[in-house]
């Protein structure tokens, strides 16, 4: 089975447990994959999943999920 070409972590910004939450998951499929989006809530503030995971292919807030599917369409259409 072939390796996918990118996850996608929707995060949510709200309690603080959350945020941690949602770090957790960005690390694991960080550690799994290595080419990660990150989506959602925690988008608006990307400082803080910056700073924790330079590595992310890229961010975006709530309500844009076109821009996640473009991005991965022209990661995939890249080969990345």
């Known amino acids: 089975m072939m390796a996918p ?3 996608s972590v ?7 447990s959350a945020k941690q939450e949602s770090l957790g998951a960005i690390g694991e499929a960080m ?6 989006i990150v989506t959602g809530c ?3 503030e990307p400082e ?3 700073a924790a ?3 992310v292919l890229s961010i975006t807030g ?9 991005r991965r ?3 995939a259409a890249a080969g990345a």
Request: hydrophobic share 30%.
């Open 5 to 7: 070409i990118s996850s």
């Open 48 to 50: 803080q999943i910056e």
């Open 10 to 16: 929707n995060t949510c910004g709200f309690l603080d």
């Open 62 to 70: 709530p309500q844009q999920y076109e821009s996640v599917l473009g």
């Open 53 to 55: 995971y330079p590595g």
């Open 42 to 44: 925690m988008g608006a």
């Open 31 to 36: 550690a799994e994959n290595g080419k990660v």
């Open 73 to 75: 369409a022209s990661r």
